[in-house]
């Protein structure tokens, strides 16, 4: 069968398929087309668009519908936020829903002030991030040295934040001293 009877794109027979011809008016008229239909050529192939060839109607239809759906462009994955263990050092889960103190369910919550998360941090290398609480009866009662070993769900597991937290906290005491 001559070339001039098969689709450009598929090289099925167009003789009793529904098909349209690739005229210089159809290349005027589809620029896009014309330009997305060479983009999907697994081969560099010479189309003329003198009239003599054509394109079948289903190979139309997919260029046409590529045409207006160009594929969505996927988000970058984020990275995985990435956890580290220092040794000897431990902290309070990053959560206010409660005391931060073994079994306690005192709903009068307190954040921990920057002095004695410094303090904790220095002496008990232990690390109380933004989120924890402690409850009023516990920040009265509890001594520093039964504080971190009472911490309900001690975690030894830190993040590039916690370590700026950490560092924060210290820089806050710093500024409060030059301004005493
Ligand atoms: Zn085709
Ligand atoms: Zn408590």
Request: aromatic letters at 10%; one cysteine or more.
């Given at each position: 069968?001559?070339?001039?009877?098969?689709?450009?794109?598929?090289v099925?027979?167009?003789?009793?398929?529904?098909?349209?011809?690739?005229s210089?008016?159809?290349?005027?008229?589809?620029?896009?087309?014309?330009?997305?239909?060479f983009?999907?050529?697994q081969?560099?192939?010479?189309?003329?668009?003198?009239?003599?060839?054509?394109?079948?109607?289903?190979?139309?239809?997919?260029?046409?519908?590529?045409?207006?759906?160009?594929?969505?462009?996927?988000?970058?994955?984020?990275?995985?936020?990435?956890?580290?263990?220092?040794?000897?050092?431990?902290?309070?889960?990053?959560?206010?829903?409660?005391?931060?103190?073994?079994?306690?369910?005192?709903?009068?919550?307190?954040?921990?002030?920057?002095?004695?998360?410094?303090?904790?941090?220095?002496?008990?290398?232990?690390?109380?991030?933004?989120?924890?609480?402690i409850?009023?009866?516990?920040?009265?009662?509890?001594?520093w040295?039964?504080?971190?070993?009472?911490?309900?769900?001690?975690?030894?597991?830190?993040?590039?934040?916690?370590?700026?937290?950490?560092?924060?906290?210290?820089?806050?005491?710093?500024?409060r001293?030059?301004?005493?």
């Amino acid at each position: 069968m001559a070339e001039v009877n098969r689709c450009v794109i598929c090289v099925r027979s167009v003789l009793r398929r529904r098909h349209h011809v690739l005229s210089l008016e159809f290349l005027e008229s589809h620029r896009d087309f014309v330009e997305y239909m060479f983009g999907t050529l697994q081969q560099q192939q010479e189309i003329i668009f003198d009239g003599s060839r054509s394109i079948c109607h289903p190979c139309w239809q997919r260029i046409d519908y590529g045409l207006r759906h160009p594929p969505e462009q996927e988000a970058p994955p984020m990275p995985p936020t990435e956890t580290f263990c220092v040794s000897g050092l431990t902290r309070a889960a990053n959560t206010s829903r409660r005391c931060m103190i073994d079994d306690c369910n005192n709903l009068e919550l307190r954040s921990v002030s920057g002095t004695i998360k410094a303090y904790l941090l220095s002496y008990y290398r232990f690390y109380i991030p933004p989120l924890a609480r402690i409850c009023q009866h516990h920040l009265r009662t509890m001594t520093w040295e039964d504080f971190s070993q009472n911490v309900t769900q001690r975690q030894d597991s830190f993040n590039g934040g916690n370590i700026h937290d950490m560092l924060d906290i210290y820089t806050q005491l710093l500024e409060r001293k030059k301004t005493a």
